[in-house]
């Protein structure tokens, strides 16, 4: 009788003859891939069309006044009030980028190196806050600057991570300080 380690010794795999149904399958594999991407693609561009009802955001102004605050760091898109998953694609409010913030007695000015710029003036700021999240993003507790203001008849809710996070409270503090002290001034008027 052979012993079993001379029997597992001689056999061998067969080898992989078949390359055409492997290249097929990488192909298909990445056909899918790239369909995938255009329906996403497609989605995203549809999204733009049904919300293009949405005014265009304000040009930030030359200027807009000596800086209260400023900030610097990252811009996680903007949704509809009060719905977080409600991504507002429109104008390019959707496009996730880098940012720089500043709080003038104007308004608030966000420069997005590589998407819009925009512009939004003191009477249009509603709230700021701390959250935890903004459509597609989400952080720890008070880890997101949310600010909400009104673009027309439509309120919007922007967020915004300093790199600094600290930062935060302050910007929710003064802001909301501005936002009060228009409100109590229009209604002295």
């Given amino acids: 009788m052979t ?15 078949d390359w055409a149904a492997r290249v097929g399958w990488v192909i298909g594999l990445a056909l899918f891939v790239a ?15 049904l919300q293009g009802d949405l005014l265009e955001p ?3 102004p030359d200027d807009a006044g ?5 900030l610097s760091g990252r811009y996680h898109g ?6 977080w998953l409600d991504r507002i694609v429109a104008h390019g409010l959707g496009t996730r980028s880098r940012a720089e ?13 590589g998407a819009s710029d925009f512009f939004v003036p003191v009477a249009d700021l509603r709230e700021a806050r701390l959250d935890k999240g903004i459509a597609g993003k989400v952080l720890t507790e008070g880890g997101l600057l949310v600010v909400t203001w009104a673009l027309g008849d439509r309120l919007i809710d922007s967020g915004f991570r300093s790199d600094h996070a600290a930062e935060h409270n302050e910007w929710v503090d003064v802001v ?3 936002i009060n002290a228009t409100t ?6």
């Fill in 3 to 17: 012993p079993l380690y001379l029997l597992a010794a001689d056999q061998k795999s067969a080898e992989v003859t």
């Fill in 35 to 49: 369909l995938v991407y255009w329906l996403m693609r497609e989605g995203w561009k549809w999204r733009g069309t």
């Fill in 58 to 60: 304000a040009a930030a």
């Fill in 66 to 70: 000596p800086a209260r605050l400023t």
């Fill in 78 to 83: 903007s949704t509809t009030a009060g719905q």
């Fill in 101 to 113: 913030l500043t709080l003038t007695d104007a308004g608030l000015v966000v420069v997005r190196p």
């Fill in 176 to 178: 909301n300080t501005m």
């Fill in 184 to 189: 109590t001034e229009g209604a002295e008027r």
